[in-house]
């Protein structure tokens, strides 16, 4: 079974920094795809960062040139590193694989328990 572990989240002042981190436990083979995502109480889940296979990234317009996705050394890790924090970018931080593994030789979906970040003075 895969499941993906989450830490790094916290309180923070605005213009402060927090690394968040996501490790995908079990026999990972192949990762198609790691990203980040963020959800506010009755609001959508929304993507925050992505990182493909190929290490081509994207970013939501409104964390360009503060956020940083990253995928480590090995495939079942990613990170997100946030600078320049701000108020408005409280919320639950959820990381988000698909990959393969030795039991499922296919891509699959996976979703991690969820960092809360909060952003306040």
């Known amino acids: 079974q895969v499941q993906l572990v989450e830490s790094g989240g916290g309180l923070v002042q605005p213009g402060g920094s927090l690394r968040l981190s996501c490790v995908a436990s079990?026999?990972?083979?192949?990762?198609?795809?790691r990203s980040w995502y963020r959800q506010v109480p009755g609001e959508q889940r929304e993507l925050v960062a992505h990182?493909?296979?190929?290490?081509?990234?994207g970013y939501a317009e409104d964390v360009k040139g503060r956020f940083t996705i990253s995928g480590g050394n090995a495939i079942n890790t990613v990170y997100l590193q946030m600078n320049s924090l701000k108020p408005e970018d409280t919320a639950a931080y959820y990381c988000?694989?698909?990959?393969?593994?030795?039991?499922?030789?296919?891509?699959?979906?996976?979703w991690g328990q969820g960092t809360q970040v909060t952003v306040s003075s």
């Open positions: 988000y694989f698909a990959l393969m593994t030795t039991s499922a030789p296919y891509y699959r979906s996976y």
């Open positions: 079990g026999s990972v083979t192949s990762v198609n795809a």
């Open positions: 990182i493909a296979s190929d290490n081509v990234t």
